[in-house]
């Protein structure tokens, strides 16, 4: 338990300096950008992105591009909606009345 407990300690002072490493999964269907972490080292990231994939690949992403690198992101899933369809932009086809 103790070495789980410096771990964390040790992890949060990387991501309190900028120094985490995280996974950074940027997907084209839905549009978004995932963040994951954060993780002491790339050697613990690459093992574990693995398992991020496969969750984003059986929830229907398409079109994955994955990146492990040190980042302080600020918000951990951001969706890009300005390139979807929305039916109520356009009156004619906003529903029937």
Known sequence: MGSNLFKNI???ILE???LAVWI???????????YFGPFVSESEAN??????IE?????GSK???VMVKRCKPEI???YDDSL?????RFPAFSGLT
């Open 16 to 18: 309190t300096l900028g």
């Open 10 to 12: 040790f992890t949060s």
């Open 63 to 65: 079109g994955l591009a």
């Open 55 to 59: 969750d984003l690949e059986v929830e």
């Open 76 to 78: 951990l899933t951001i």
């Open 47 to 52: 093992i574990a992105k693995i398992g991020y």
């Open 24 to 34: 950074e999964i940027v997907t084209d269907s839905p549009r978004c950008t995932y």
């Open 84 to 88: 979807d369809f929305k039916l109520d």
